[in-house]
């Protein structure tokens, strides 16, 4: 069965690094998202992507923050400048045009 | 704008007994509803979901949910916990189909002791 993957799964970066996290959504996919959860905290939304642009982003997602799909397969998160409030893990996503979001298995960002 | 509150952050049940997860939503249209799964160290797995169809949803593992609209609720049950079940389960909202995010829960921890 197709799954969302991740890589990788756990990066660690030092405070003012740039970090690029990478997905590879499931072949024929339309939509694709970010979510990130904090340590204890709930799920949240970062981005939706569509048709190569940006559907929608959260008050999260600021100029820090920028996502791309390069190649046709891979989707990524890039975070120009990382804060140690960035640390948490990372859901990448992804949505045949239905109702359900099929997630990858995360990539924990730890910044130091 | 919708959002969903779980009751509980974690609960505790013996094996073989009623799981009843509890999660009510918010949402100015008809919602889509769902319940996620996350297995320590995994990701999110879709456990089952509510798309304006028949208010009671069966999923994987035994899980079923009503969906009550007079109560904007959506609680998650299994009649018979098992092991296997501790985790951590989230609900979520969402608009419709296509590019629409998921508005998640704070998550209910589920351990179940022997």
């Known amino acids: 069965e197709p799954e969302v993957t991740q890589t990788p799964s756990h990066q660690v970066t030092q405070m003012g690094q740039e970090v690029i996290l990478r997905c590879v959504p499931i072949s024929n996919h339309l939509y694709f998202y970010w979510y990130r959860q904090i340590l204890g905290q709930k799920v949240e939304f970062l981005v939706s992507f569509y048709n190569n642009e940006i559907s929608e982003k959260s008050e999260i997602f600021d100029d820090q923050f920028s996502v791309e799909r390069p190649d046709g397969s891979n989707f990524t998160l890039k975070i120009r400048s990382t804060k140690l409030e960035d640390s948490a893990m990372y859901f990448c996503?992804?949505?045949?045009?239905?109702?359900?979001?099929?997630f990858g298995p995360g990539t924990r960002l730890t910044v130091l | 704008a919708q959002s969903v509150t779980q009751l509980g952050s974690h609960v505790s049940v013996s094996e073989g007994a009623l799981v009843l997860l509890r999660c009510n939503y918010s949402s100015s249209v008809p919602p889509y509803l769902f319940w996620y799964v996350q297995y320590p160290n995994q990701g999110l797995q879709l456990l089952l979901k509510y798309t304006s169809a028949a208010t009671l949803v069966k999923g994987i593992n035994g899980f079923e949910a009503e969906f009550k609209k007079s109560e904007t609720s959506f609680h998650l049950t299994k009649p018979s916990a098992h092991m296997s079940d501790a985790a951590e389960y989230f609900c979520a909202v969402s608009l419709a189909q296509g590019a629409q995010k998921l508005v998640f829960g704070q998550g209910t921890r589920l351990t179940i002791n022997p």
């Open positions: 996503a992804s949505n045949p045009d239905t109702d359900t979001q099929y």
